[in-house]
């Protein structure tokens, strides 16, 4: 098993990307979490095994009304999860007062 983090910027927030993800996980036995995060980004932890998690990896592309700019992955210390969980996060930071 490998664990990796993923960071994926672009048009990934209020867009249901996250629930994607997670269908994808999943449908793919892979475990984690998925977090909006304040600056806009969207941060994963993936655990399975690495053919899976390149296939997992291919299929975010495909998430509906998401627009992936960028796609960062780097291999991490391991972690163990159950399943593959939605962390509510704080979202992108506010601009007004």
């Known amino acids: 098993m490998k664990t990796i983090e993923i960071f994926i910027s672009g048009r990934v ?3 249901g990307f996250r ?3 997670r269908r994808i996980a999943t449908d793919l ?3 984690g979490t998925v ?3 304040p600056d806009g980004r969207v941060r994963i932890y993936a655990i399975a095994e690495p053919i899976v998690l390149d296939k997992f990896i ?3 592309y495909s998430c509906p009304r998401a627009v992936i700019r960028d796609l960062r992955t780097s ?6 999860f ?3 969980s939605i962390i509510k996060g704080e979202g992108r930071l506010s601009t007004g007062l």
Request: charged share 20%; hydrophobic share 50%.
């Open 58 to 60: 291919s299929m975010i």
């Open 35 to 37: 977090i909006n995060l």
């Open 13 to 15: 927030q209020r867009v």
């Open 19 to 21: 629930a994607c993800v």
């Open 82 to 84: 159950n399943d593959f």
């Open 29 to 31: 036995r892979v475990t």
């Open 75 to 80: 291999e991490i210390a391991s972690m163990d």
